[in-house]
């Protein structure tokens, strides 16, 4: 099969388009006959050479840890959608390929009106801060601030915390303050001056922060908030626990998937495509990630 991988880290130039072994699904698993695959900062840094703790660490390397597509073979004893079914699915790398194979109950059946490009960068986008707001318990009533908002995670988590019935502050560059406003957030730029323009926005603090951007966001978040464990960071890994901040839980899956689909089903949950690339200019979707900024997501789309 196809896939849009790499033989050594590097910069985008590295992933190009080449022929892989296509997998075949063992006990529990099925294959899926992928039809789009999100692209996460994530994969940027496995590209440039690092490598999460558990995973084959061999070449050539496929990123990509969401995708949606066809079911299309079912291994021995997986009780999971029958192939043929329109799915969204989670794996740990390897998305950006023509088959992609996981355990049957890492796909949750696709609604029908979701178009590929969107239910493709769908898992990523919206797990991680349906998790984040979860752990984090935001409810009615909750002021929550989101640090990189207008970004793919962002999007969402502006979104989901509004469902949920909070009160959500953004912080985004001044051309998506628009953008985040008709997502329901108080958009506040970031940059010098951050800290006076938030405790403007939210003079009796904030109960909630997802970190999308680190650095000063995650600074500035700290005395915005009476305890560390309100802030959940997307970003600063090393420093979390030595400041009290937490990470995301690992919690993805299936149900979870159901769940946001009802959102989006309603109309209450949307996904902005920032960009739209076939496999294989995979490098460019690489090159257009990595600016740091835009609207929302970047997904390949593999014919
Ligand atoms: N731990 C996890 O489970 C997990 C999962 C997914 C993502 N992440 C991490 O979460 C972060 C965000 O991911 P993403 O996919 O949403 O990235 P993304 O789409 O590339 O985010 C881009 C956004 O970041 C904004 N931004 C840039 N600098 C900023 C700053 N100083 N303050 C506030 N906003 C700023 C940009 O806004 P402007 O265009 O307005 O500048 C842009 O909208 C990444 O670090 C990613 O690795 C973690």
């Known amino acids: 099969m196809k896939a849009a991988a790499f033989n050594r880290p590097g910069g985008p130039e590295v992933l190009e388009l080449m022929e892989v072994p296509t997998p075949e699904p063992g006990p529990g698993e099925l294959r899926v006959r992928v039809r789009a695959a999100g692209v996460q900062p994530f994969d940027l840094a496995v590209r440039a050479g690092w490598m999460p703790a558990g995973l084959p660490d061999g070449f050539p390397r496929v990123p990509g840890n969401e995708f949606a597509g066809v079911v299309d073979r079912l291994g021995t004893g997986a009780a999971g959608p029958a192939a043929g079914t329109e799915v969204v699915g989670f794996t740990r790398l390897t998305a950006y390929a023509e088959y992609v194979v996981v355990p049957a109950d890492q796909v949750a059946p696709k609604p029908a009106g979701m178009p590929w490009e969107v239910a493709g960068g ?37 979104q989901l915390a509004r469902i949920a019935g909070a009160a959500v ?24 001056g951050l800290e006076d323009r938030l405790r403007a926005a939210a003079p009796d603090g904030v109960d909630a922060v997802i970190d999308g951007a680190g650095g000063e966001a995650l600074e500035v978040s700290l005395r915005l908030v009476k305890d560390p464990a ?44 920032r960009g739209v690339f076939p496999l294989a200019r995979a490098a460019d979707a690489h090159r257009e990630l990595a600016t740091g900024h835009g609207r929302g997501k970047v997904v390949l789309v593999v014919d």
């Open 169 to 192: 502050i953004g912080t985004a560059s001044p051309a998506n303050h628009d953008y985040l406003r008709s997502l329901g957030a108080v958009p506040v730029a970031y940059g010098e």
């Open 122 to 158: 769908f898992s990523a986008a919206v797990q991680t801060p349906h998790i984040a707001l979860e752990a984090l318990g935001v409810g009615e009533g909750d002021t929550v601030l989101v640090h990189a908002a207008a970004g793919g995670v962002g999007s969402v988590a502006v």
């Open 230 to 273: 309100q802030i959940i960071t997307l970003v600063e890994h090393d420093r979390a626990a030595g400041l009290g901040v937490r990470l995301t839980p690992h919690r993805r899956s299936a149900a979870r998937l159901t769940d946001a689909f009802r959102h989006y089903e309603a109309g209450r949950l949307r996904i902005h495509l």
